[in-house]
């Protein structure tokens, strides 16, 4: 049987220090930090690194309806996403994550765009 790529990384131990060094670099940038500013980060910690080990395969995951909810009151445009994916990708290259499996789990988050990007009225 083919281990998934939670497995093949580690599991939560490492995509939890992936998910806290993607948090300190998502509150250094201009355009996507202060969607963290008066957010408990321990909690959002925690969602993100379930949230990123279910698209790695992992026990955790998240319905559709969950994931527009939580970001259902954020004015998350286009702009934001990519900076937001462009982040993800250059965090998981820097923790070793191969290109194939970036590829993977980034195409995974971009399918979910549709649930996080505010649509224009």
């Known amino acids: 049987m083919e281990q998934t790529l939670f497995e093949r990384y580690g599991g939560f131990s490492v995509v939890s220090r992936i998910v806290l060094d993607l948090y300190e670099r998502l509150l250094d940038d201009d355009d996507v930090g202060p969607f963290f500013d008066d957010i408990d980060m321990a909690r959002i910690v925690d969602h993100q690194t379930k949230f990123l080990s279910s698209l790695m395969g992992g026990p955790a995951s998240y319905t559709e309806d969950q994931i527009r909810k939580m970001h259902a009151r954020l004015d998350i445009n286009d702009v934001h996403f990519d ?10 290259s820097d923790h070793g994550v191969s290109q194939q499996d970036q590829d993977t789990i980034v195409g995974a988050f971009e399918s979910r765009r549709s649930l996080v990007v505010e649509k224009a009225p």
């Open 83 to 92: 900076k937001l994916e462009a982040i993800l990708r250059q965090t998981l």
